[in-house]
């Protein structure tokens, strides 16, 4: 048997490995898992896969919220008879509306912390704290914007017409 080595790829420990042979490439981990067939090409369109989740996400955060204001124009109704003033209702409305996307974001993160504690140390899983902050702040204005869109509604509600009168 001649005395020659064939390997796809060597790992080593050491920073400093120096190669021998003109035929044969040095890289550093990343780099190599970069190389790998497929990866980034998987890499992409889970980032696609995400960035579509967050944006069909937001929409029904949205509509959830204008659907739930909506519903409440009867109620507004029967505050505005009563002499309150429609600016205590729409500040009322957009508290509710933050404190329930503040809720549903803190529920969020702690059922995401919990299961990145028991899942099994070999499935990997990374939180970008750059893309977190940016899932956070789109939801809070996604939210706000679901409880702005009715706030003509309520400040025109005339309270006759919305209770049946």
């Given at each position: 048997m001649?005395?020659?080595?064939?390997?796809?790829?060597?790992?080593?420990?050491?920073a400093d490995?120096?190669v021998n042979?003109?035929?044969?490439k040095?890289?550093?981990?990343?780099?190599?898992?970069q190389?790998?067939p497929g990866?980034?090409?998987?890499?992409?369109?889970?980032?696609f896969?995400?960035?579509?989740l967050?944006?069909?996400s937001l929409?029904?955060?949205?509509v959830f919220?204008?659907?739930?204001?909506?519903?409440?124009?009867?109620?507004?109704?029967i505050l505005?008879?009563?002499g309150?003033p429609?600016r205590t209702?729409v500040?009322?409305?957009i508290a509710?509306a933050?404190?329930?996307?503040?809720?549903?974001?803190?529920?969020?993160?702690?059922?995401?912390a919990v299961?990145?504690?028991?899942?099994?140390?070999?499935?990997?899983?990374?939180?970008?704290?750059?893309?977190?902050?940016?899932v956070?702040?789109?939801?809070l204005?996604?939210?706000?914007?679901?409880?702005i869109?009715?706030v003509r509604?309520?400040?025109?509600?005339?309270?006759v017409?919305?209770?049946?009168?």
């Amino acid at each position: 048997m001649p005395d020659t080595f064939t390997a796809s790829g060597i790992i080593s420990k050491s920073a400093d490995f120096k190669v021998n042979n003109s035929d044969l490439k040095t890289y550093t981990a990343d780099t190599f898992i970069q190389k790998l067939p497929g990866y980034s090409a998987q890499n992409s369109t889970f980032a696609f896969m995400i960035g579509f989740l967050f944006v069909i996400s937001l929409i029904v955060i949205a509509v959830f919220l204008y659907i739930l204001t909506m519903q409440k124009i009867p109620n507004y109704a029967i505050l505005r008879a009563q002499g309150v003033p429609a600016r205590t209702l729409v500040k009322t409305t957009i508290a509710q509306a933050l404190m329930l996307v503040s809720f549903g974001l803190i529920l969020g993160g702690v059922l995401t912390a919990v299961t990145a504690r028991f899942m099994p140390l070999g499935v990997p899983m990374i939180f970008s704290a750059g893309l977190s902050i940016a899932v956070v702040i789109g939801i809070l204005l996604t939210g706000l914007l679901g409880a702005i869109v009715p706030v003509r509604t309520i400040l025109k509600v005339d309270p006759v017409t919305a209770i049946g009168g």
